[in-house]
């Protein structure tokens, strides 16, 4: 289920909540009128401006439900020099994909570049180490190729077939 039904739900539980409270209230009809048009305005408005978020890349400063995210896979990034970090990340827990925005920062530019090297030369993904951690630590490179993944286990063959010579006896 897309995160967009329950947010849009609470949106709307409310405006209807503040319509109620201006039916209610003891004002002039005229006032209770504009307050019900303004709160029947308000549900497509904010129906449109989530919508219109869903594809606009996540600052990591405001992800409050995956902070506590030890790795996640980069599917692919952008860098604009002295703006902004784009990433495209898988995240273990979330099934499709999410993209953020980071601060710029020339190591972990350097590292993506470089990281992104070493996974095309052994034929494998990229993967950052706690992608929502403001880190200043430059000891540990927090990006990194991911490991080539298990062979197959081979199959044995099946046990060879025993022909008997006919015996002479019957």
Known sequence: MSPLAPIFLGLAT??????????????????????????????????????????????????????????????????????AIHLWLRLPAIAEPRAYRLPWSLPLARQLQDGQRAAQRAGTGLAMRLPFEPSLDDREPRVYPLPQPAAPPKELPPPPVVLRAPSGDA
Request: charged content about 20%; cysteine-free; glycine content about 10%.
């Open 14 to 83: 409310a405006a209807a909540g503040l319509a109620w409270i201006a039916v209610w209230a003891p004002r002039r009809p005229a006032v209770k009128l504009a307050a019900l048009g303004l709160t029947g305005l308000l549900l497509p408005l904010g129906y449109l401006a989530l919508t219109d978020l869903l594809g606009r890349p996540k600052p990591v400063r405001d992800e409050w439900l995956a902070a506590r995210t030890t790795e996640a896979e980069v599917l692919g990034f952008d860098l604009q020099e002295g703006e």
